[in-house]
């Protein structure tokens, strides 16, 4: 039955939606839906329990929202008839801003609760009647629990991002959440991946469920060009990011990924030095509104640059992201598809480019194992300056290195202890191997 309703829809008014989302989808700019949408509506439309595996930048968010508009329809009583649980406060904002847009012309109450914030205006709301509640999980379980919260009139559920919540370790909560929603309810869990704990969830979780996948596994979305540079070091990362974003036409809107906050910060504040446009940093140790207004101008174009960590990019929503640069490769191989899907959003083209150093070729090789491709490579252009590598950055390298093929091979004794990292010159430093570079050029310019 789903596919012949699939054979016969290909646009937005063929799944009989009511005219006030039709308007909402129009104004939204939306065309046509796209290929999870045009799977996922009918099968949601008509009940069923749904697994999406869908990475962001699909669409999907609109495929879980449109239906539950359909089925909440409008204002009623006061207390939430559908929940949509996410992992991150971002995520859960930029579905609440999704819901904005597509319910503009309903009459539907709705809103996002989240941690990072005092409760107290997020009660407030929700004792005021409300429709359909955003949540992170913890929040949603500290409002219950306090008695601010009555589930029981639930119908629907959605869990967003269900590889990022195991992640992140929410199963206790969600299954707490389980527990207390009635039972005769709709579940759709959406992920970018199959991991075998998300499998392990969804058979909690759903019930007969269709399963809907729109790309295989893990695979980046098509309208991305990825792009490897094997960079030695850290200084010449810089170099080379340098390089690249001398050309303001093309590299105009562009997200940095770093591994740590302190790269991230130390990334934005060199940008930020050499004035090569504004930057702002978003990342776990900057506060909620900071990171709200970051994201804000960045929305905007007035911010060129913004550099981030993997969790704190969890839920950007921003069109026309020209480049994502990944300066660090990233240790959570299933971030690599996150990071490089906030670029090509939607069927716009986007480019990710790879800065790898010795050790991250091997996370770069398990990557391509989980994308099921191989990341094209170009060589480093002729007039980047390859710097050498400091004593303790080929230390640390080196160490990564052993670390993995220890990882892969328990018997491997380890070369790094044997042959100690030859370095070009031995400068010995006491600083840490990843900001000595830092430390260096903020004492040059002051
Ligand atoms: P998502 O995968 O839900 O994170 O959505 C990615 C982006 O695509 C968001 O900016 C949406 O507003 C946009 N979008 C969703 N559906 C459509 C559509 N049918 N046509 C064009 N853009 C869309």
Redesign the pocket.
């Known amino acids: 039955m789903a596919e012949e309703a699939e054979k016969e829809i290909s646009t937005?008014e063929d799944f009989k939606l009511n005219r006030q989302l039709l308007n909402a989808?129009e104004e939204?700019?939306?065309?046509?839906?796209?290929p999870?949408?045009l799977k996922a509506i009918p099968i949601i439309m008509g009940g069923h329990d749904v697994m999406g595996i869908?990475?962001?930048?699909?669409?999907?968010?609109?495929?879980f929202l449109l239906p539950i508009l359909m089925k909440v329809k409008y204002a009623q009583g006061t207390n939430p008839r559908a929940i949509i649980l996410a992992p991150t406060r971002e995520l859960a904002m930029?579905i609440e801003e999704?819901i904005t847009?597509l319910a503009k012309y309903t009459d539907l109450r709705h809103t996002a609760i989240y941690g990072g914030l005092g409760p107290k205006t997020q009660i407030e709301i929700i004792n005021n009647g409300i429709d359909i509640l955003v949540a992170t999980p913890k929040r949603l379980m500290e409002l219950y629990l306090k008695g601010e919260l009555i589930l029981k009139e639930v119908k629907t559920m959605v869990l967003d991002e269900a590889d990022k919540m195991m992640d992140m370790g929410f199963m206790p909560q969600i299954r707490q959440l389980l527990e207390v929603l009635p039972r005769k309810r709709q579940n759709l869990l959406f992920s970018a991946t199959m991991h075998p704990k998300v499998v392990e969830l969804s058979e909690e979780f759903l019930e007969f469920p269709t399963r809907i996948e729109i790309t295989p596994q893990a695979t980046p979305v098509e309208t991305v060009t990825q792009v490897l540079y094997q960079v030695p070091n850290l200084r010449t990362k810089i170099a080379m990011l340098e390089h690249l974003i001398r050309d303001k036409e093309a590299f105009n809107r562009v997200i940095i990924f770093t591994r740590s906050k302190k790269n991230a910060e130390s990334v934005a504040k060199y940008l930020e030095r050499k004035e090569y446009g504004e930057v702002r940093s978003i990342h776990g140790n900057k506060g909620q509104n900071t990171r709200i207004n970051s994201m804000e101008a960045f929305k905007s174009g007035e911010v060129r640059f913004l550099v981030a960590t993997d969790v704190a990019a969890r839920g950007i929503?921003v069109?026309m992201v020209s480049h994502v640069i990944n300066f660090d490769v990233p240790f959570v191989y299933e971030d690599y598809v996150h990071r490089i899907g906030r670029t090509g959003?939607?069927?716009n083209e986007g480019n990710a480019i790879t800065f790898a150093n010795e050790s991250e070729m091997y996370h770069i090789r398990k990557i391509e194992k989980l994308i099921r491709m191989q990341i094209p490579e170009l060589p480093m252009p002729e007039q980047i300056e390859i710097f050498p590598t400091p004593f303790d950055e080929q230390q640390a390298i080196a160490r990564d290195i052993d670390h993995q093929k220890r990882a892969e091979n328990p018997d491997f004794k380890g070369a790094f202890h044997e042959k100690k990292a030859i370095p070009q010159k031995p400068v010995k430093s006491r600083r840490d191997p990843r900001t000595s570079f830092w430390q260096k050029t903020k004492k040059k310019k002051r």
Do not use: C, N, V
């Open positions: 937005f989808i939204a700019g939306y065309e046509k839906p796209t999870i949408q869908a990475q962001t930048g699909t669409g999907k968010t609109a495929a930029q999704h847009l929503d069109s959003r939607a069927e």
